[in-house]
Nanobody, 127 residues
Framework: QVQLVESGGGLVQAGGSLRLSCEAS????????MGWFRQAPGKEREFVAA????????SYVDSVKDRFTISRDNAKNTVYLQMNSLKPEDTAVYYC????????????????????WGQGTQVTVSS
């Protein structure tokens, strides 16, 4: 099992930046593909970004491409989401998720493929 704790959310003006962090417990972090999802009020949770075991492959939802960057530091058991040029529509609770895998190059965009979830961190972007 792995436990995930997100941090780094907050209130920021449109055009600003935030970096979210998600620290995982356990010694096998490099056996988990990681993802970030978000849920805005009244909306379903949606995929934001995903990263493979080594970090060599990433995927993004179209609405955040060229603005958000997912990365991971396996030595620190942490995955990051750097968010630049934030827009009011990015306002949501952001969740990180983990999925155990033996496939080094795989990432996962479907939330139902993830077994472990953090508690979420609120990101609010004011206009």
């Amino acid at each position: 099992q792995v436990q995930l704790v997100e941090s780094g959310g907050g209130l920021v003006q449109a055009g600003g930046s935030l970096r979210l962090s998600c620290e995982a417990s356990g010694r096998t972090f490099d056996s988990y593909a990681m993802g970030w999802f978000r849920q805005a009020p009244g909306k379903e949770r949606e995929f934001v970004a995903a990263i493979s075991l080594s970090g060599g492959r990433t995927s993004y939802v179209d609405s955040v491409k060229d603005r958000f960057t997912i990365s991971r530091d396996n030595a620190k058991n942490t995955v990051y989401l750097q968010m630049n040029s934030l827009k009011p529509e990015d306002t949501a609770v952001y969740y990180c998720a983990a999925r155990g895998t033996y496939s080094s190059g795989s990432y996962y965009r479907n939330q139902y493929e993830y077994a472990y979830w953090g508690q979420g961190t609120q990101v609010t972007v004011s206009s």
